[in-house]
């Protein structure tokens, strides 16, 4: 069982950054694909990114791709989202989750709020 706990939301300006991470403990995490999701109030909840276990292939949908990178350190055992050039749309809450399986997240962490004003 894997456990994940994202920290680094906040308030931030529009143009600005925010670098959020996500400790995994409980499991292995080298064996994990770990990704990004956030979901705004009334919205669906949305993929924004997404690290393969090794670290080699990333992925992200246009809405972030060129302003949000997604890395990881497996010696530390998490994962990280750098956001840049932050936008108000991007206000969400941001979940981390892992999974084996190729596009299968069992494991969620519990969200971290990133506000972006205008």
């Known amino acids: 069982q894997v456990q994940l706990v994202e920290s680094g939301g906040g308030l931030v300006q529009a143009g600005g950054s925010l670098r959020l991470s996500c400790a995994a403990s409980g499991g292995t995490f080298s064996r994990y694909t770990m990704a990004w999701f956030r979901q705004a109030p009334g919205k669906e909840r949305e993929f924004v990114a997404r690290i393969t276990s090794s670290g080699r292939t990333t992925s992200y949908p246009d809405s972030v791709k060129g302003r949000f990178t997604i890395s990881r350190d497996n010696a530390k055992n998490t994962v990280y989202l750098q956001m840049n050039s932050l936008k108000p749309e991007d206000t969400a809450i941001y979940y981390c989750?892992?999974?084996?399986?190729?596009?299968?997240?069992?494991?969620w962490g519990q969200g971290t709020q990133v506000f972006v004003s205008s």
């Open positions: 989750a892992a999974g084996i399986v190729a596009f299968e997240y069992p494991y």
